[in-house]
């Protein structure tokens, strides 16, 4: 395997999205995708709140990292949260994954970041293998929690969500 990467640019918009796409559809939630590429193009390369490359064989892109900057209060310092990983069907089993992971441990260590992380679905059962094969550590005793969608933006106009409100005073 020679891969080379390219970091995506605003040209790639559509490809990131077909990426993203077979990403999903492989996770089984390509109902779940609201993405387009007006708003990769504005959360991508006008915003620059996330960013992109792509592992290449040849002049064939065969996967894809999208990650962006979080920041931990305990280290100090900013890590980098790998939102999205996929290699195309056809070309796994042929180092992408890894490389692709080395690639990005390569970028965090460049930018003197704290750490890399990530997270895997449940019934992922390979790519928790190949993820713990590497040495990543699954974070057992945390959950991710997530308000999103019609939620959210009741929480955000009254501070409560109909038949889940809360008592905030209580939390305190």
Known sequence: MAATFRYAEEKDTLLLL???????EYEKMLDQVNATETLLREWLFEKHVAEAF???????????ALYFHNFSTFLGKAGIYLEDLFVLPAYRGNGY???????????????GCGRLEWACLDWNQPSIDFYRSLGAV???EWTVYR????????LAQTGSVAEKSTDWEELS
């Open 18 to 24: 077909d990426f993203i796409r077979a990403l999903a």
């Open 97 to 111: 994954g890894k490389a692709i992971l080395i690639h990005l441990a390569q970028i965090v260590q460049e930018r």
């Open 147 to 154: 308000v999103s969608g019609e939620t959210l933006k009741q």
């Open 54 to 64: 792509f592992i290449m064989e040849d002049d064939l892109e065969v996967g894809f």
């Open 138 to 140: 699954p974070m057992d």
